[in-house]
């Protein structure tokens, strides 16, 4: 009985997480919102992930613009117009249609491939917006203020990418350790279209 209890301790104590804190500005020093930042664990492979997440329409637009999600995720695309729209990605990471509809199509679209997908609109040119798919369960999208907080990252090594819609080139991956319980401070300087 005492080895049991002695492995029932142990799987219940877990190791301490660690916070990454993230900010993300170009070249000229100004703050970028809507980045993605995500930490790749070295050395292992995760899960595939079961969650699902949104990508709404409303306005004609696509709501959020950016949405980032875990390999795996099945995105809903509920169109809260009151116009029908045509959701399309020829993206190599998901290539799909959702054919003209109003209101919420019965399935998900699943996104089992990491990538950048860009979708679209057959019907309204205007309309854009991006689903950054990433294998990992690490990553935020930056706010108003250029700043995302990565929370209870398992002790280990991770590379840190980041990306946004203006993006030519990657910015440089950083790579970090987490030893367990502590704060990292990360921050990319970007290159975006029009900047030198």
């Not at 613009?65 to 045509?86: C, E, K, Y």
């Not at 509809?101 to 679209?109: E, H, I, L, M």
């Not at 108003?144 to 080139?169: F, Q, S």
Request: glycine share 8%; charged share 20%; hydrophobic share 40%.
């Amino acid at each position: 009985m005492r080895p049991l209890v002695a492995l029932a301790i142990l799987l219940s104590t877990p190791l301490v997480a660690g916070t990454l804190d993230i900010r993300v500005q170009d070249a000229r020093g100004s703050i970028l919102r809507d980045a993605v930042v995500y930490a790749v664990p070295e050395g292992r492979s995760l899960p595939l992930a079961r969650k699902t997440a949104v990508m709404d329409q409303k306005n004609r637009m696509f709501i959020p613009h950016v949405l980032p999600v875990q390999t795996g995720t099945a995105v809903r695309f509920p169109n809260s117009d009151d116009i029908r729209h045509h959701v399309y990605s020829f993206s190599p990471a998901k290539p799909f249609q959702l054919p003209l509809y109003k209101g919420t199509p019965a399935k998900p679209v699943v996104f089992d491939k990491a990538g950048v997908v860009t979708l679209g609109c057959n019907i309204h040119d205007q309309m854009s917006a991006f689903i950054i798919v990433v294998d990992t369960p690490y990553f935020e999208r930056t706010g108003g203020d250029g700043h995302a907080t990565l929370r209870d990252v398992e002790p280990g090594k991770y590379v840190v990418h980041v990306w946004y819609p203006e993006m030519r080139d990657e910015p440089q991956p950083q790579s970090i350790t987490i030893a367990g319980g502590e704060r990292v401070d990360v921050s990319f300087m970007t290159q975006t279209h029009g900047h030198s």
